[in-house]
């Protein structure tokens, strides 16, 4: 059964830094795109940032580009988003979610989420 | 940026009722288009990819349509599970890009 857990949310003051983290099992995890998608408070959902299997090739929205940085450690079959420089506008629940082999956000496994609230 | 546009923004309906939910991408996607079913508190649960294919254990009630700019989700026989928030997502390219959402209400 594929699970993906996040972890790592809570809150912090803007400017401040966090590292949500997300782990895979049950699938090949070095075999599959993974991605970051969040969602504001009753807003509706955004995608965030990709990475290749490899680690390769990253891919963020602009919003995000120069402040948020996407990795993996294949080894230990985990996802990460290295968030710096935050803003009130970055809270929301942070979802992992899993892509295909050859479908960078073709997403049919989502993690449960966490929750990032930046707020003094 | 390829903006996704669904209409209704909200729809009410009864059970039993069938109903549509279309979405219109600002320029062609082919049919890379994802449809996706979010309950309050819940994550995005994932119906439909390339259009119309329907992911792994999801009903056959859920059915996708269309190509290019204008995509449809059809819901037959509505059930009390099936009120939520519906979500369309273009994957053709980057930055990936979700339509506003349609609010499913029990009328």
């Known amino acids: 059964e594929v699970q993906l857990v996040e972890s790592g949310g809570g809150l912090v003051q803007p400017g401040g830094s966090l590292r949500l983290s997300c782990a895979a099992s049950?699938?090949?995890?070095?075999?599959?795109?993974m991605s970051w998608v969040r969602q504001a408070p009753g807003k509706g959902l955004e995608w965030v940032a990709n990475i290749k299997q490899d680690g390769s090739e990253k891919y963020y929205v602009d919003s995000v580009k120069g402040r948020f940085t996407i990795s993996r450690d294949n080894a230990k079959n985990s996802l990460y988003l290295q968030m710096n420089s935050l803003r009130a506008e970055d809270s929301a629940v942070y979802y992992c979610?899993?892509?295909?082999?050859?479908?960078?956000?073709?997403?049919?496994?989502w993690g449960q989420g966490t929750l990032v609230t930046v707020s003094s | 940026d390829i903006q996704m546009t669904q209409s209704p923004s909200s729809l009410s309906a009864s059970v039993g009722d069938r109903v549509t939910i279309t979405c219109r991408a600002s320029?062609?996607?082919?049919?890379?288009l994802a449809w996706f079913q979010q309950k309050p508190g819940k994550a995005p649960k994932s119906l439909i990819y390339?259009?119309?294919s329907l992911q792994s254990g999801v009903p056959s009630k859920f059915s996708g349509s269309g190509s290019g700019t204008d995509f449809i989700l059809t819901i037959s026989s509505l059930q009390p599970e099936d009120f939520a928030t519906y979500y369309c997502q273009q994957y053709q390219s980057y930055p990936v890009t979700f339509g506003q959402g349609t609010r499913l209400e029990i009328k």
């Open positions: 320029q062609g996607i082919s049919n890379y």
């Open positions: 049950g699938f090949t995890f070095s075999s599959y795109w």
């Open positions: 390339a259009a119309s």
């Open positions: 979610a899993r892509g295909e082999t050859d479908y960078s956000s073709r997403w049919a496994y």
